[in-house]
């Protein structure tokens, strides 16, 4: 008899602690969110082969995809950095706050990034301190999400804001998706930069130093999965 209750006590703990950790868990997934999308130049070239098509219609369909799972679960709020503002012509200066975090934000997000026509520099450190402030990061905790292809081209520091952010934030999280990131390189004429040209973004302690995730991907397929995986509410029953 002992043992059995014994057992029973065990089997509660169990219980107990699992719903604790998924109440934890859907607490994260239903934080405020802010989404940095990369809308530079690179992001309307092809793939390296030449043949696919520009990396910013593969965004958008994974943002078509994605958001429409997501938005009913959390408030969601969209920075571009890249393109040029009319107010601020300067190269560095296209950092663009498009709406703070709004309830059902999915299609204001398809739309914003589908209409999106991309050049510009990479001032992904500037965007993601915006994200930041947006979220109130002293105040409460909150999830950013910076889809890049490349690496800061304004003169921030990715790292030095990490640090910033682990230290003076509220659970801050920073997740990193580098899409199709390629180092450079020397190559002869004609030569295929192939896959030894993959590298990671320079941004990627803008995850590890926050406790966030950071991904490489190379499909819209992993593409897809890993915003999924760092919006979504990946709930344990």
Not at 130 to 140: E, I, N, S, T, W
């Amino acid at each position: 008899m002992t043992s059995v209750l014994s057992l029973c006590r065990l089997g509660w703990a169990s219980f107990a602690s699992t719903l604790s950790l998924s109440a934890a868990v859907h607490a994260a997934c239903t934080d405020d969110a802010m989404i940095v999308f990369d809308g530079s130049g690179s992001m309307a070239e092809m793939g390296f082969n030449m043949i696919d098509e520009p990396r910013i219609f593969e965004a958008q369909r994974a943002l078509r995809d994605v958001m429409p799972k997501i938005a009913p679960n959390r408030r969601i709020g969209l920075i571009v950095y890249g393109p040029k503002l009319a107010s601020a012509p300067q190269a560095c200066a296209g950092v663009d706050l498009r709406f703070g975090p709004r309830p059902d934000a999915a299609q204001s997000v398809v739309d914003a990034i589908n209409a999106l026509e991309p050049e510009g520099n990479t001032a992904l450190t500037e965007a993601v301190s915006m994200a930041a402030d947006v979220l109130d990061y002293r105040v409460k905790p909150g999830t950013i999400v910076l889809i890049t292809d490349g690496k800061e081209t304004c003169g921030g520091a990715p790292c030095a804001l990490a640090n910033h952010l682990y230290a003076e934030g509220i659970e801050t999280t920073v997740h990193v998706i580098g899409y199709k990131v390629r180092g450079e390189h020397f190559h002869w004429p004609g030569e295929s930069d192939g896959d030894y040209a993959r590298t990671d973004s320079t941004a990627k302690c803008l995850a590890t130093q926050t406790g966030g995730e950071y991904v490489n991907a190379e499909t819209v397929d992993q593409l897809i999965e890993a915003m999924n995986r760092m919006l979504g509410c990946n709930l344990l029953f």
